[in-house]
């Protein structure tokens, strides 16, 4: 048999289903993990339930939610059933009365906050990383404030240079500083997320099994990494494997369509995430699934919601 990387990740994720236990095996394969009449009788052991904690939280971007103002917004979510509301980080701290009264007496929370920082971590300029880490601790606190899972971040974006090399003593940079972030998170009740993207957006940092294996190695709970179906699309060979694969460490997941990083739905049956919401499913997510995405249909509302029953619908079918 030729060795190519999908049969090894097909190999892995065997091996990985084995850890989880038989009961892994069946849910991931919709057949019972063994033959004998004692594991066939157990009920619904075709199913996933080796993890009762998932739980689809569906959240939108600020941007996203259909709405003029913060509170047409939120009575739309609240009306659909959207549980999550995740602002963009730019000018946050003197928004933090704002979003608190109006989601007092609401079921929403925020959930992560999409970056807003400024410069990059990995800038060969001393006086650009401070300019990050500064802006990055600002954003942080407020985060805290508002109960917030935690702050996106990306190292670095292909359009950002002068900029460190893709080195061994660049990722223990990286963990120096991403360390010392998580320790402020720490103290503020929330956590920074490594955001992976596809390789037409960033050189470092592509694949949700790097950015855990960097949070496995700073082993810091104020540290967390994530995964958008929209980048795995282009970067994963199994979305199932990627969320496996970050385990405890997945603090947060964004959601598009898969051709156009339109609403989900929109790109028609390529917009298929029942692979990956099994391995949530696995790992008993149950943090936030939010949109980033934008929306080809004039109607935005009826789109958003055709896409939350798309997305309720497909977590059933996983």
Known sequence: MTINRRNFLKATLSGAAMAVGSTAIASCTGKPAETSAEATAQPKA??????????????????????????????????????????????????????????????IKISAICAGFKGFILSTDPAVRKQCMDTMKEIIAAAGELGSTGVIIVPAFNNQVPVMP?????????????????????????TVIFEPLNRKECFYLRQVADAASICRDINNPGVRCMGDFWHMTWEETSDMGAFISAGEYLQHVHVASRKRRSM?????????????????????????????????????????????NLLRKQWEEA
């Open 46 to 107: 075709a199913g996933i339930q080796y993890n009762s904690a998932a739980q689809l939280n569906l959240s939108l971007q600020e941007g996203v939610a259909p709405g003029e103002s913060l509170n047409e917004k939120l009575d739309f979510m609240e009306k659909n059933g959207v549980v999550g509301l995740e602002p963009g980080g730019g000018n946050l701290a003197a928004r933090v009365d704002e979003f608190k009264q109006a989601l007092n007496g609401r079921n």
């Open 166 to 190: 893709h080195t061994m003593e660049t990722r223990d940079f990286l963990c120096e500083q991403f360390n010392e972030m998580g320790n402020f998170a720490k103290e503020h009740g929330t």
């Open 264 to 308: 989900p739905g929109e790109d028609g049956d390529a917009d298929n995430y029942v692979n990956g919401f099994k391995g949530l499913k696995a790992i008993g997510y149950n943090k936030f699934v939010s949109f980033e995405c934008g929306c080809q249909s004039e109607d935005r509302a009826a789109a958003v919601v055709n896409a939350l």
